[in-house]
């Protein structure tokens, strides 16, 4: 049997770790599609070397650009791979420009396309994502899911054939040492906040973009360490908006992207998250760590239902207000892990296509 993965973007090089490994345990011949929607080097090649994700087979080289652009490159290149390896499954995971070229490359080829992330909504169709969602899972064959709401998403637009409950894949990544990473970053255990940006809504809206970058430095004014790997895109806005000037408190401390082990044990060891990444907002919980969500909606409910995650918007006095407070809370946090499975979603995933199939 051969399956033909599509990944691109640095949230897919993690999930396909897992799923990629299990496929290969089960004697699967995979072939690894790399779309080069994502490239530097700390948002593209460091997964595949940290994780020992195999080289991919083909490098589409797409980069950035426009939507359509990015999506249309994608769309052409993945089609000729396809009708050269002739795979019997084709997989997309989550839900960027790279997922849904993809599925849309293969599902004109009548080829089965299995997603894995299905069903989540946002419900909100100006984030760009929200539509690379719903029309992969509408053409899709086979539907991985990470959580009941999920599923129930899917029956609510009709789908449910081939809907399979697994769990969330990034819950089966290993943990790593922490002590390590905290020492090379300057950081002391539960002493500082972590910090990701990188959505569209808040990187490409001045407002947002100014509010939330104001709102860090007062957070840091209050004596508070923050750890700030900084998203491409995210570095790109705040230089042309003139945002990162000399004025940065020295506690407000901005790294390139960090590699996924060292993200994990920043993680465990965070105080509080404050982000806007889909996966973020997941694995802090997993390690007992809130976050603080820089978003009106979210795909992700759960977690925000039993008050754990705050959805808190983008507004410079809820930022900071939600921050402190939570900073100077003596509690410790269980960790949230009841709702995305057991861990064994790669497995589960991966026997998916063998039952099916
Ligand atoms: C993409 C996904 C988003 C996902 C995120 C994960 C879409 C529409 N968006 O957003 O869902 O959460 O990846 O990180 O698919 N850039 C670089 N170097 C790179 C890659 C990008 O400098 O290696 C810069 C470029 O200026 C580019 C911008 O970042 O124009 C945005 O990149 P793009 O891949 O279009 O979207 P992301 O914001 O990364
Ligand atoms: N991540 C990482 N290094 C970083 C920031 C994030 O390894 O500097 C990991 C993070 O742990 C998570 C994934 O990247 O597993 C999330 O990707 P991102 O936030 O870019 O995208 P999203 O999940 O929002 O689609």
Redesign the pocket.
Known sequence: MKVLSVV????QFIKAVVVSKKLRQKGINEILVHTG????FN??DVFFKELNLPKPNYYLGV???L?GE?TGKMLIEIEKVILKEKADLVIVY??????LAGALAVSKLRIPVAHVEAGLRSYNKNM??EI?RVLTDHISDILFCSSKVAVENLKKEGITKNVYLVGYVMLDIALVDINEVLKKYNLEYKNFILVTI???EN?DNLENLKNIWEALVEIAQNNIKIFFPI???T??ALKENKLLGNNIPNNLILSEPISYKEMVALEQSAKLIITD???VQKEGPFFGTPCIILRNETEWTEIIDIGFNKLVGTKKENIVKTSLKIFNEEKIYAPVREFYGDGRAGEKNSKGYCFKL
Request: aromatic share 2%; proline share 8%; net charge positive.
């Open positions: 691109g973007a640095r949230p929607q994502h490239y530097d948002v593209s980069g950035s650009g939507h990015q989550g839900d960027t420009n790279s997922t760009p994502e690379n990188h959505r569209a990187t998203h491409p895109r570095k790109k990444s889909g996966g």
